[in-house]
């Protein structure tokens, strides 16, 4: 009898083994870049469910071929792991393609008639809201200005009936109307609060600027007009803003998204979508709330979806400085082109350490936006009084989100830390043009975008667009990271910090996924991850660099699953 069973049981280990290796899908043909060190190339791979079966060259592959498999043959294409974008905001670029988007405009006049066109088909007294613009990127210069920003009254003179804020590209200080102003009671003798500036001239007359924590005088006024909408109208609003970035993202071979900073409610209202099977995107959130209500809030986490590969919240985001172009970025010496001022510092150094207290013990991931030089030195501070613990507890790196500008003394510190350096290739060049204005030839040389040092250091790097801040498209940055080139003019910006082509590619795969502790199911094409793959027109690997740029995205596979 014992006999029976054992052959009964080795019989059905056979069948289940054999069951195993049968693939549902197959591919053939392709030119695969894996992202993965051990097995970099390869020409097939097999797919059964959501997981890649097995990795190798076409004989290898046609072993797990059933008359039930299909096979797509795809005639030497490029085939490459999905791109996972690293750090942008997924709510506010849907947002963005729903409203006056200005990130394209050239000059402050265009910016003027953008509106004044807008408010020609709204309702009197209905709110304007655009973003994207960028003193630093236009052509013209306007009758007259202060710290290069315009003054507001062009923008008054053709919006008397509506209040309009306009948010900077950077998200890091915005333009306000007259009407908005009054609105928020703000006149010349209005105090800025700490960690910000509403912007006045050496003759105390607002110029319509608020930069930093001073933007919430207008923020806030703003959000309390749409809390006075319909919630339930709200939400199926939010709702298009997420079909809508997810649209855009999967059009680029986007297959998961790093969320930098989402409040605790509509993280709810996006667990809800996945679970109820609206959105086919993976998404990795960081919680971002106000700072007097986030320790709080972190009690919630974590947050998963049903299925926790498409959606989790394991993370939280905080600020502690602002950005280059508006004079927030907090800086060890003055700006060059602003002699007394070194930035803001938006949370105090306290409130960010009990952030990270919280996050230790609850073994989360801990984010903090630091751009300048300063900025990024307290964060290294912050982080050193919990490495020991988190080892300890073996708790995931955490992560700088920018890590811009930095004192070539505190890369080895990044290092040492095992700290991820969330960069966004992009921002180098788009910020080219003022960058060496900002911080003088020598600070930009040796510290401004450094990858290059900071890979060869052995530092973790993650890269991305920061979306809608920039486009989110991903060859754009991939072409910045390989010749820190703009297209526009050819600006180049100290070449010596490239990255090489195969960096390039690993740091929209591999490395995004390590930087979301994912590197074990998702980021590359290995035996055993998540099977989300695409298919492009081009060879990333050997195409000419200005190619890069015209690359399209054929097909998108998420989970095995054919989503364009």
């Known amino acids: ?39 970099i190339e390869a020409q097939a791979f097999a797919i059964k469910g959501n997981i890649f079966l097995a990795v190798g060259s076409n004989q290898e592959i046609r072993k797990f071929q059933t008359k039930d498999s299909k096979v797509l043959d795809l005639n030497g294409a490029f085939v490459m792991p999905g791109l996972i974008e690293g750090h942008g905001h997924f709510l506010s670029l849907g947002k963005s393609l729903h409203t006056l988007n200005l990130i394209q405009t050239k000059s402050w006049q265009e910016i003027v008639d953008s509106v004044k066109a807008v408010a020609q088909r709204t309702p009197k007294g209905q709110w304007i809201e655009g973003r994207g613009w960028h003193q630093e990127k236009w052509s013209d210069r306007f009758l007259s200005s202060f710290n290069a920003y315009p003054y507001h009254d062009a923008l008054s003179a053709v919006t008397p009936d509506h209040p309009v804020m306009l948010t900077h590209a950077s998200g890091h200080a915005l333009m306000a109307n007259s009407n908005a102003m009054n609105l928020a009671s703000i006149s010349s003798e209005s105090v800025s609060p700490k960690g910000g500036r509403i912007v006045k001239d050496h003759n105390n007359r607002i110029t319509g600027i608020f930069e ?30 997420a079909l809508s970035a997810q649209e855009i993202a999967l059009s ?45 809030k972190m009690l919630a986490l974590p947050i998963y979806s049903k299925d926790s590969s498409m959606f989790k919240c394991i993370a939280i985001k905080s600020y502690i400085d602002g950005a280059l172009g508006s004079y927030g970025a907090w800086l ?3 700006y060059s082109d602003n002699p007394g001022m070194r930035g803001q510092n938006l949370i105090e150094i306290e409130q960010i350490t009990s952030f990270a207290l919280l996050a230790t013990k609850m073994n989360l991931q801990v984010c903090v936006h630091a751009i300048g030089d300063r900025a990024n030195r307290e964060v290294l501070n912050i982080f050193s009084k919990f490495e020991e613990q988190k080892r300890i507890i073996h708790s995931r790196p955490w992560r700088i989100e920018h890590c811009q500008h930095l004192h070539p003394g505190d890369i080895l510190k990044i290092k040492d830390l095992g700290i991820i350096a969330s960069m966004q290739a992009i921002h ?60 526009d003019n050819g600006l180049q910006f100290f070449p010596e910090q490239s990255m090489s082509r195969d960096e390039a590619l690993k740091s929209y795969t591999i490395w995004n996924a390590y930087a979301s502790g994912d590197e074990n199911i998702k980021g590359s094409i290995t035996k055993g991850k998540l099977a989300d793959f695409i298919v492009l027109d081009r060879n990333l690997l050997t195409c000419s660099d200005s190619l890069l740029l015209a690359a399209k995205v ?8 054919k989503i364009k």
């Open 332 to 334: 060890l010496e003055d």
């Open 554 to 561: 054929q097909n998108v596979f998420i989970g095995g699953k």
């Open 428 to 487: 180098c060049t788009s910020d080219a043009p003022f960058v060496i204005k900002r911080l003088g030839e020598k600070r930009a040389r040796e510290g401004a975008y450094v990858w290059r040092s900071l890979i060869d250091r052995g530092v973790h790097l993650a890269n991305g667009t920061d979306c809608p801040v920039e486009s989110i498209n991903p060859f754009d940055c991939i072409y910045a990271a390989v010749t820190r080139k703009r297209v």
């Open 252 to 296: 680029y071979g986007i297959t998961s998204f790093q969320d930098a900073g989402t409040s605790l409610t509509d993280l709810e209202l996006i667990k809800d979508w996945f679970n109820d099977g609206k959105l086919s995107i993976r998404l990795y959130a960081m919680l971002y709330e106000d700072k007097d209500s986030m320790l709080n």
């Open 1 to 39: 009898m014992n006999s029976n069973i054992s052959i009964l049981l080795w019989f059905l280990l056979i069948i289940c083994c054999k069951e195993s290796e049968k693939a549902d899908l197959i591919i053939l043909n392709a030119n695969v870049y894996t992202a993965d060190t051990v097995k």
């Open 212 to 241: 930093e924590n001073a933007m919430s005088l207008i923020q806030n006024l703003y959000d309390g007009y749409e809390k006075k909408m319909n919630p339930d109208l709200v939400d199926k609003l939010k709702l298009q803003y």
